[in-house]
Structures are given as C-alpha cells and as structure tokens.
C-alpha cells in the first residue's frame, strides 16, 4: 500500500493531498497542468520535503516531519522516468543502461538486462547514442536503466507528452507489458484521459493542489469530480469484463460486462482475457421497451439509478447493468419527460459496437519478488 498524507507551499502553491492505493498497480495522478501532481511526486521520491506530513510505501515510512523521519532520495530504492528522457549523451544505449543496474545491490537484483532489453525491445539500440535515438526510444532506455536500479516504486512523470501522437503509440504499449509483467508499484503522471484509460489500475484526480477522489478506474469514470476536468464529450463509464469470444477476422470480440455481453472492436486478445472498455455517455441510446430490427446489435439490460444535470438541455443517467456495474447514458430533459424515465425504471441500454473500445489487461505476478526497500 502506498500511503501519504502530505502539505507543502511551494513557489506561491499549496499543496494538501492525502491518498492511499493498493501495490502493485499503475496509480494514475491525473488533473490539469498545475494541479500540483509533479510536486506530489517529488515529495514521494524525496526530491521535495513538505512541510508536514507522511510517507509510507509497504510499511516502510520514508518521510514523517513528526518523527523526524526522512530517508534521502538515492536510499528510497525509487526509480524517476523524466518528461525527457535524461540519458548521458556521452554514453551509449548500453552504458546507460548499466549505469542502473550499477546503482542497485548486488543482493537486490530481481530484474536483469536481459529481461529488460526484452521487455522493452531495446536490443537492436544498444550501439546507439542518445542522439541517434527517436523521442520514443530514448523514454524506452529511460525506463530500462529505471527498472535496472531495481526499484520499489516506479514514477512516471509525464513521460510521454514530449512525444508526438506516433512515438506515443510507440511507448505505450510497453508501459502496457511493464504494468502486466513486472510486481512494481508504479505512480504515472499525466493530463491525457486515454493514457489513463490504458495504463491505470487506480486513479487520484487533482484539481488545484488536492486529491478530490480516488479509486479503481471503474468507480472514478463515474464521478462528477471526472466530468469536471475531461469536459463534456468525453464523459462516460469505463467497465472491466472477460472476452468470451473472438471474431479475429472482423476484429471484433465478445466481452462479459455486467450481467451482459457486448460486441466491442479489440485486437490481439484471447478468449480469458480481462478487458477495459470505455463507454461514452453520448454513444449511449437507452429504451424503455425492448428493441427489436435495430442495427445496433449491443443491447445490456438495466434498471436507472439515478440522474445528474448535464451541459446544456441534457441529463446524465447512470444505469445499473449488474455485477455492480454501470454506465453513464446522455439524454435530453424532453426525451427524459416523453419517456418518464425515474429511478428504479428498467431500460434496454443500446450501444453501437464500433463506438465501444478495448483494451487488453494481463495477468500480474503478485508474487513476483520486488526489490528490498531496507537494502
């Protein structure tokens, strides 16, 4: 578990954020520019010290300004990936590759360099300098020479906004294989709801120097909180399910959401396969009796739970589709009149399956030993 309790000034800001979330896990601070999620990391590392507060990352406390605690930033066994990328320029991809694993214990390497080249396909680069290397390829070494300090915790700040659209489909889905393959708890910085979207397994939203809410990705989609910094357009209900079946020559798969199934468009999955899909409350059609000769193929029985005002003449109304899930449909005040829609109504939620995304999640070794903090 990663705990903190924190207050920090800082160059006319004022931070106050308390958060806690499960290890290991991609915890995604997520806000607009100036929130103050930056600073809330570098308390975490130890490069900032606030001014009152408490650190706490699996029983071991790293700073507490009570007790005078505070272990400095090379002995917390936490590795730092930049919004550039910070390699030697006068060294080699190698090199600086080696110069993390030379910061780490002997007695503490859990990850090797060939698990690490591997997992970020950085093999054909070693002969490179940083110079010869994309935006994308350089962040990739970064993070090879982070994961070979063996760290205990992983931060990740902004590490892909200095890259175009390309070079971040690049990245992106090696991020994916280190949430999935390795037990390091991770914090990721960033401002872009589809990072969060693919890479979190708990998210901390700021707004102007405080947590306002955090929790599984699932619960958050749903909260005003959300609505607030994303706008309008992307508001909707973010669900985990289980493919159940593949149709690999259309791309398409068959996923277990709720108490239904829903057709989603998804490549390279398997039967089995845990699957995040994004539901956007203005793709959303709900009807009060049940559809027939549609060519929307996606129908999720449900029963209304509540509503909430919307931009404009629309209303949000949150469905209960079972298994404790729910999702966000937009309608307007008169569609909500003409179908006299309350509380505890059953619906037929409709959903066009090319609108509904997805995005694969593996399996994670729980047990996979991480690196001792106290080493």
Not at 92 to 113: D, F, K, M, Q
Not at 272 to 296: F, M, N, W, Y
Request: aromatic share 4%; hydrophobic share 45%.
């Amino acid at each position: 578990m990663l705990r903190l309790s924190v207050f920090k000034r800082w160059q006319g800001f004022k931070l106050r954020a308390q958060l806690e979330a499960p290890t290991p896990g991609v915890v995604a601070l997520f806000g607009r520019s100036g929130c103050g999620k930056t600073t809330v990391i570098n308390i975490i590392s130890g490069l900032l010290q606030p001014d009152e507060g408490r650190v706490e990352l699996d029983k071991v406390v790293l700073t507490d300004t009570r007790e005078r605690i505070r272990i400095p930033a090379e002995r917390r066994r936490i590795g730092y990936v930049f919004q550039d990328a910070r390699l030697f320029p006068h060294l080699g991809v190698l090199a600086n590759l080696r110069y993390g694993l030379r910061r780490a214990p002997r007695e503490s390497r859990a990850i090797g360099l060939d698990e690490v080249l591997a997992l970020l396909g950085l093999e054909p680069l070693l002969r490179h300098r940083p110079y010869q290397l994309s935006g994308g390829e350089r962040q990739r070494v970064a993070l090879g020479r982070a994961l070979l300090s063996q760290p205990r915790l992983l931060l990740l700040d902004e590490p892909l906004a200095a890259l175009d659209a390309a070079r971040r489909e690049e990245v992106l889905p090696y991020l994916e294989r280190l949430r999935d393959s390795l037990a390091i708890p991770m914090v990721f910085v960033s401002h872009q709801l589809e990072e969060v979207l693919r890479l979190a397994t708990h998210v901390a939203l700021m707004e102007a120097g405080e947590i306002v809410a955090s929790g599984a990705l699932s619960d958050i989609s749903l909260r005003p909180e959300l609505r607030a910094i994303v706008g309008s357009e992307a508001v909707g209900a973010v669900l985990d399910g289980e493919v159940t079946r593949l149709d690999v020559a259309g791309g398409m798969a068959d996923v277990q959401l709720g108490g239904g199934v829903l057709h989603v468009s998804l490549q390279d999955a398997r039967v089995g396969a845990r699957i995040r899909v994004q539901l956007l409350a203005r793709d959303i059609i709900l009807a009060t009796e049940q559809p027939r000769g549609l060519s929307v193929r996606n129908t999720l029985q449900g029963v209304i739970l509540e509503f909430a005002d919307d931009v404009g003449n629309a209303v949000l109304v949150k469905v209960d589709i079972g298994s404790g899930a729910a999702v966000l449909a937009r309608v307007t005040r008169r569609a909500m009149q003409d179908l006299a829609l309350h509380s505890g109504l059953p619906v037929w939620v409709l959903v066009k399956a090319v609108s509904a995304r997805g995005h694969a999640f593996a399996a994670v070794d729980r047990h996979r030993p991480t690196p001792d903090l106290t080493t």
